[in-house]
């Protein structure tokens, strides 16, 4: 089947869990999180739950492991904390918890983001994957970076990866 084919065929409407991870934010200061709620929801997906936790890497794991228990998700996606200061943890934390990693969409965002910021983007360890039948998806914490990897890479294929991590 080709991939327009797949596509066609993936869900439309998805439940998706937002996740800011940052020391600092609050609901209330959170674009970035904002942000990734707007889109989606102009997409057509619906915001099942919404968290800010601080980058500590036990914090992290427990929410993302709570968030894998809820059947009613797709996907979650997280923002912040994957830069390389001593402070970002999210990376590891997800290197120890996805069970398929997409290569191509760190890559890709990469690229895309060397294109906007040099090579600066080089620092960036943003990463998507696949646990337990969902998607997991980890951005940037810059409002920028979310608003690329959202309109380019996420809405674009989110319901196709879904699709595939559930084998449909």
Not at 133 to 141: E, M
């Amino acid at each position: 089947m080709a991939v327009h084919e797949h596509k066609a065929k993936a869900p439309r409407k998805l439940v998706v869990m937002v996740v800011t991870i940052s020391d600092s934010r609050s609901e209330a200061t959170d674009e970035s999180g904002g942000l990734i709620k707007e889109l989606l929801e102009g997409a057509g997906h619906t915001v099942g739950n919404y968290r800010i936790v601080r980058d500590e890497p036990e914090q992290i794991e427990v929410l993302l492991r709570h968030a894998l228990a809820q059947t009613e998700l797709d996907v979650v996606v997280l923002n912040g904390g994957t830069g390389v200061s001593p402070r970002d943890g999210t990376y590891e934390v997800l290197s120890r918890v996805l069970e398929k990693t997409l290569d191509g969409f760190g890559e890709i965002f990469r690229y895309l983001s060397y294109q906007e910021i040099g090579s600066a983007a080089i620092m960036s360890r943003a990463v998507a994957g696949v646990v337990q039948g969902k998607v997991i998806i980890s951005l940037p914490g810059s409002t920028n970076a979310v608003e690329l990897a959202m309109r380019k890479l996420v809405l674009p294929e989110v319901g196709h990866m879904v699709a595939q991590a559930l084998g449909k």
